[in-house]
T-cell receptor, first 115, second 115 residues
């Protein structure tokens, strides 16, 4: 599986956009970019995923560079409840090999939203 | 219930004893994952079941760890002869399949403490 690199921590002011970067320079053509987050003492929560096009849902937006070597998760109006560890994951998206479908988590980015 | 259910939520056991951790996935989900998370660390992949395929056991740390999934539904993670380094939160997740639009839903975890 391709590995990801994320900054260990980031701060954001409440109400501002939080932009969380992720580097996945060795990503393969059949690997998708997924984002999960983990709020303290809870199980991880799915946020969004994409292949090469930008994606948006009710939680966030995902911007993937044209070469797919990096991406940015955007929380448009961060709240205190968005304080969590954010994980960027690459995941094989079609059949083939034992890694198909497996989620491999890195260390993530600790996002702290402050008043 | 609507989500992934894990039991017990907390387990304290003596070193050397065997423990069984249970995971009830979301009904209809064919993929099931086990992870563990030590204090302050990221998620460590343990094992992955997908339908009737042979499970991916590549993350099991030793032969003291094993997991079963009966009838394609409930899964049990067994740790034999527990050691203090086994203390962690054990998280289970399930998804509809392995495809790209099948995000994994996580349970709240079982906190295992080996004393």
């Amino acid at each position: 599986d391709a590995k990801t690199t994320q900054p260990p921590s980031m701060d954001c002011a409440e109400g501002r956009a939080a932009n969380l970067p992720c580097n996945h320079s060795t990503i393969s053509g059949n690997e998708y970019v997924y984002w999960y987050r983990q709020i303290h003492s809870q199980g991880p929560q799915y946020i969004i995923h994409g292949l090469k096009n930008n994606e948006t849902n009710e939680m966030a937006s995902l911007i993937i560079t044209e070469d797919r070597k990096s991406s940015t998760l955007i929380l448009p109006h961060a709240t205190l409840r968005d304080t969590a560890v954010y994980y960027c994951i690459v995941r094989v998206g079609n059949a083939g090999g034992t890694s198909y479908g497996k989620l491999t988590f890195g260390q993530g980015t600790i996002l702290t939203v402050h008043p | 219930g609507a989500g992934v259910s894990q039991s017990p939520s907390n387990k304290v056991t003596e070193k050397g004893k065997d423990v069984e951790l249970r995971c009830d996935p979301i009904s209809g989900h064919t993929a099931l994952y086990w992870y563990r998370q030590s204090l302050g660390q990221g998620l460590e992949f343990l094992i992955y079941f997908q339908g009737n395929s042979a499970p991916d056991k590549s993350g099991l740390p030793s032969d003291r760890f094993s997991a079963e999934r009966t009838g394609g539904s409930v899964s049990t993670l067994t740790i034999q002869r527990t050691q203090q380094e086994d203390s962690a939160v054990y998280l289970c997740a399930s998804s509809l399949g392995r495809g790209t639009n099948t995000e994994a839903f996580f349970g709240q975890g079982t906190r295992l403490t080996v004393v």
